[in-house]
């Protein structure tokens, strides 16, 4: 069955350093697209990156960098010298190829940044 | 471009009232979606519209109903509100059904029913 697992419910780190949210993934079709998004507390989901079950490279947008492992069935996001403006939820989220439309979202890391 | 609408952004309803929460996309999507967040969780998918003319249950579709009334716009209708529905609900748009297609969301509903 379809699912997303995020088994950090709260990360800390510290302002300028790197920080991994772990995501991993149950899926038993061999095209899939996963996705990682940011809530911060307003409240809108802002798409960060994407990452396809075909694509060899992993993803990178910026500051942020998805560190794909296709046997693991991990999909971590990478985020590369905080900012305090990073604070936020952050959700792991996957489509499936062969049924396109439905997304599934994990529960969430909350993300706190300190100065 | 708006992107995706939604209205109300705040409603308080009474258990047993009915009401419908309203989303427009103005990007020419096809797939429409209803999510619900509850509070420390993640998305939940209720509805969804692959195309016009076309809905299909998602993960908890229990108490709701929809329309997609054209491409544009795909309404939420809640025809007896229960305590449990307290929630915040989001609408999102896809353009096409491919794996990378990002989704959009909208700002969100938040329905208190007491």
């Known amino acids: 069955a379809q699912k997303i697992t995020q088994t950090q419910p709260g990360m800390f780190v510290q302002e300028k350093e790197a920080v991994t949210l772990d995501c991993t993934y149950d899926?038993?079709?061999?095209?899939?697209?996963l996705f990682w998004y940011k809530q911060p507390s307003s409240g809108e989901m802002i798409f960060l990156i994407y990452?396809?079950?075909?694509?060899?490279q992993n993803a990178t947008e910026g500051r942020y960098s998805l560190n794909f492992q296709k046997a693991r069935k991990s999909a971590n996001l990478v985020i590369s010298a905080s900012q305090l403006g990073d604070s936020a939820m952050y959700f792991c989220?996957?489509?499936?190829?062969?049924?396109?439309?439905?997304?599934?979202f994990g529960a969430g890391t909350r993300l706190f940044v300190k100065a | 471009n708006a992107g995706v609408t939604q209205t109300p952004k705040f409603q308080v309803l009474k258990t047993g009232q009915s009401m419908t929460l309203q989303c427009a996309q103005d990007?020419?999507?096809?797939?429409m979606y209803w999510y619900r967040q509850d509070p420390g969780m993640g998305l939940r998918l209720i509805y969804y519209?692959?195309?016009?003319?076309t809905t299909d249950k998602g993960e908890v579709p229990n108490g709701y109903n929809v329309s997609r009334l054209n491409k544009r716009e795909f309404s939420l209708r809640l025809e007896s509100a229960a305590p449990s529905q307290t929630s915040v609900y989001f609408c999102?748009?896809?353009w096409g059904t491919g794996g990378s297609d990002t989704q959009y969301f909208g700002p969100g509903t938040r329905l208190t029913v007491l």
């Open positions: 989220a996957m489509r499936e190829g062969r049924r396109g439309f439905k997304t599934i």
């Open positions: 899926t038993s079709d061999q095209s899939y697209g």
């Open positions: 990452q396809g079950s075909y694509d060899e």
């Open positions: 990007m020419n999507h096809n797939s």
């Open positions: 519209s692959a195309s016009e003319g």
């Open positions: 999102a748009s896809i």
